[in-house]
């Protein structure tokens, strides 16, 4: 039991007598600190419970994982390659070059790049064609 949902549910039950003093003695005043200690109390426990079900959550996955390695140790070490691959390709970063190109929205083959480092002219009585650039 998380100390969360001890402190919710000490805090509710404080809220709950409270309330009843203030109704008792016609004092508005306590009894509203009353409600609003209940709900503090409430959303507390709640937050306790969902602690404590998050931890036996990754507790039965920690355990379905150590088996798992345990009884076949193939298929985990070909998951965990498989695991770092995907993450190694989206961490992959392009040149910082060709990011801030196409960000600007003119990306242009390496192929184009070389022929456009010539006069315009030139590249184009040359035949090439612009259809692989961005420009």
């Known amino acids: 039991m998380d100390q969360d949902r001890i402190k919710g ?11 009843v003093a203030g109704g008792l003695l016609g004092d508005s005043k306590t009894q509203a ?8 109390g409430q959303v507390q426990n709640a937050y306790g419970s969902a602690k404590d079900a998050v931890r036996e959550g990754a507790d039965t996955l920690g355990t379905q994982v150590d088996s798992l390695i345990k009884e076949r140790p193939v298929v985990a ?3 965990a390659v498989g695991v770092g691959y995907v993450l190694a390709r989206l961490m ?6 060709h990011d801030l190109q196409a960000a600007a929205g003119r ?3 390496p192929s184009a790049q070389a022929a456009r480092s010539q006069p315009m002219t ?14």
């Open 92 to 97: 992959h970063r392009r040149g910082r070059r």
């Open 9 to 19: 549910s000490a805090t509710d039950i404080g809220g709950k007598v409270k309330d």
């Open 107 to 109: 990306w242009v083959s």
């Open 33 to 40: 600190e009353g409600k609003a200690d209940q709900a503090k």
């Open 122 to 135: 030139r590249w184009l009585r040359a035949g090439r064609s612009r259809r692989g650039a961005w420009v």
């Open 77 to 79: 070490l070909l998951g």
